[in-house]
């Protein structure tokens, strides 16, 4: 199966709005896809229990965890041996043209993973919610318990996801990686792709709305 991977954690309902919203892109453009949602502690599960009654493709993962670390969880629905394809993506963005366009466009290729760099800022080997993989030949969580007492930042701040991606994930991928950019060409080996001009350009990949 393929999916979509999200984590949701902590009080603030912005962020249930924009999963929800999210959810209706991927039920239209979609339909055929899982969506795994790992949910954190401290959790608003009035608005959980509204998205269970509406949507049967939604698979709830709990964490059992508080603050940021949350982000890196949703990492590990690649490891679900009927996952064969996952795109990762904040609650907060929109998969909307642009990020689809970079989806279909992984999809028909044969690369193993992805990112998109659509933003000046956008600076770093994978953006922990802007990016997705194919089935791998070692599981995520393993690599990450393997390695998380050897990353510097501490698990409760920003950024520690992509920082575990940048360290450990993109060596694994970038002899077979796509980095979506009109910005940021970080390693030779990665192949770029830059957006065409003629996707809208009010908005970019990973911008907060």
């Not at 501490?154 to 796509?178: I, R, T, W």
């Not at 910005?183 to 809208?200: C, G, K």
């Amino acid at each position: 199966m393929y999916a979509f991977s999200f984590c949701i954690y902590g009080q603030n309902e912005y962020y249930y709005d924009g999963l929800l919203k999210n959810l209706e892109i991927i039920k239209e453009f979609y339909h055929n896809y899982l969506v795994y949602v790992y949910v954190g502690k401290e959790s608003r599960t009035d608005l959980l229990d509204q998205i269970r009654l509406n949507y049967d493709n939604v698979i709830f993962k709990t964490t059992g965890e508080s603050g940021h670390i949350n982000m890196i969880y949703r990492f590990f629905a690649i490891d679900d041996p009927d996952v064969t394809v996952v795109h990762v993506r904040d609650a907060d963005s929109r998969i909307h043209e642009r990020d689809r366009w970079a989806i279909n466009t992984f999809m028909k290729s044969n690369a193993l993973g992805y990112t998109i760099r659509d933003n000046q800022q956008h600076g770093v080997r994978m953006m922990g919610g802007l990016w997705g993989c194919k089935k791998l030949n070692f599981s995520v969580e393993s690599l990450f318990n393997r390695y998380k007492n050897s990353l510097l930042q501490s698990s409760n701040e920003f950024g520690y996801d992509q920082q575990f991606l940048s360290a450990y994930v993109y060596p694994e991928l970038v002899d077979s990686f796509m980095a979506f950019t009109n910005f940021h060409r970080l390693s030779n080996a990665e192949q770029v792709i830059p957006f065409p001009d003629w996707l809208r350009k009010d908005v970019f990949c990973g911008m907060p709305e």
